[in-house]
């Protein structure tokens, strides 16, 4: 199984932009699905992002919470999977996580990936 890696959270103020990393430890291939989700305490855990490679190309997908804020994005060449976050809100404060899939459609669904990096904290503060 692919190992990932997540990295590139902190405590930023309202407003601010963090990017966060996730890398694999090699590449897959066919159709896949790398996936940002957080979980705030008490909260389910929720998809965010996903940059979904199939038979027709690359397409990614946002969850209408972030979308035109959080931007998903690949680097082919090192494994590694970005979600820029853009005007953070205090109410993205949470544990975030990317996540993977091969084959099948894209999903935001967290009970389709079984995959799971460890996870980085954001602190956003008003």
């Known amino acids: 199984q692919v190992q990932l890696v997540e990295s590139g959270g902190g405590s930023v103020q309202a407003g601010g932009s963090v990017r966060l990393s996730c890398a694999a430890s090699?590449?897959?291939?066919?159709?896949?699905?790398m996936t940002w989700f957080r979980q705030a305490p008490g909260q389910e855990r929720e998809g965010l992002a996903t940059?979904?490679?199939?038979?027709?190309?690359?397409?990614?997908f946002y969850a209408d919470s972030v979308k035109g804020r959080f931007t998903i994005s690949q680097d082919n060449a090192k494994n590694t999977v970005y979600l820029q976050m853009n005007s953070l809100k205090p109410e993205d404060t949470a544990m975030y996580y990317c996540?993977?899939?091969?084959?099948?459609?894209?999903?935001?669904?967290?009970?389709?990936?079984?995959?799971w990096g460890q996870g980085t904290e954001v602190t956003v503060s008003s």
């Open positions: 996540a993977a899939k091969n084959g099948g459609g894209w999903s935001l669904n967290r009970y389709d990936y079984t995959n």
């Open positions: 090699r590449n897959t291939y066919g159709r896949k699905s």
């Open positions: 940059i979904y490679t199939g038979y027709a190309g690359i397409s990614t």
